[in-house]
């Protein structure tokens, strides 16, 4: 089955831990995003890379960082940087078109 | 001023009623529009997609884009228990793939 799966599905972070959410995607889609969801505030982009090797910034990309070294791979660390880091953070990948398809989400909460 | 403007609810009604949902935006370079279903702790799906002013069926579901009002709405005809989440309108310029997002309508349909 195609599709996107990330991990892990709940994950706890320490004040001043860094944390790599895990995105992988199956459809040989292009590009892939990252967003971070909060209550009452829709989805926010983060960073997005339209290509192997290149990403840009989003709207709220301070205190996280990516890579995109493989096709199928898009992973966030969210560093300790990030003084708000706890939200429900989603990935998204799409082709040329403009329909973006979602993975399930990792919700991420600071102790 | 956000660019996308919605109307986060909550919506309750009963089964088998019609529903409304709407956005509104302000940035008139926005061409492509869609609406995402998202149930609790999930990742959103997409349902529809349009480009462009006119109306788009499936099955119970019509999505209207209004550009000279800057306004696009979504129809839910027979409205079912099952269709009860959070649905979230998002929309792009024709040269972005970046998606700015409402901030999403909760809607319960009741038994």
């Known amino acids: 089955d195609g599709g996107i799966t990330q991990s892990p599905k709940y994950l706890f972070r320490k004040e001043g831990q860094n944390v790599t959410l895990s995105c992988e995607q199956n459809?040989?889609?292009?590009?892939m995003y990252w967003y971070r969801q909060d209550p009452g505030q829709g989805l926010r982009l983060i960073y997005y890379s339209q290509i192997v090797n290149d990403f840009q910034k989003g709207d709220i990309a301070e205190g996280y960082s990516v890579s995109r070294e493989k096709k199928e791979s898009f992973p966030l660390t969210v560093t300790s940087a990030q003084k708000n880091p706890t939200a429900f953070y989603l990935c998204?990948?799409?082709?040329?078109?403009?329909?973006?398809?979602f993975g399930p989400g990792t919700r991420l909460t600071v102790l | 001023q956000k660019e996308v403007e919605q109307d986060p609810g909550p919506l309750s009604v009963p089964e088998g009623a019609i529903v409304s949902l709407n956005c509104t935006y302000s940035n008139s370079a926005f061409q492509y529009f869609m609406w995402y279903r998202q149930y609790s702790r999930k990742g959103p799906e997409l349902l529809m997609y349009t480009y462009s002013s006119g109306n788009k069926e499936d099955g119970r579901f019509t999505a209207q884009v209004d550009k000279s009002s800057k306004y696009i709405s979504l129809f839910i005809r027979d409205s079912q228990p099952s269709d009860s989440a959070t649905y979230l309108c998002a929309m792009n310029r024709g040269s972005a793939r970046q998606l700015t997002f409402g901030s999403g309508t909760q809607l319960t349909v009741l038994p």
């Open positions: 998204a990948s799409s082709t040329f078109d403009h329909e973006q398809f």
């Open positions: 459809l040989n889609h292009d590009a």
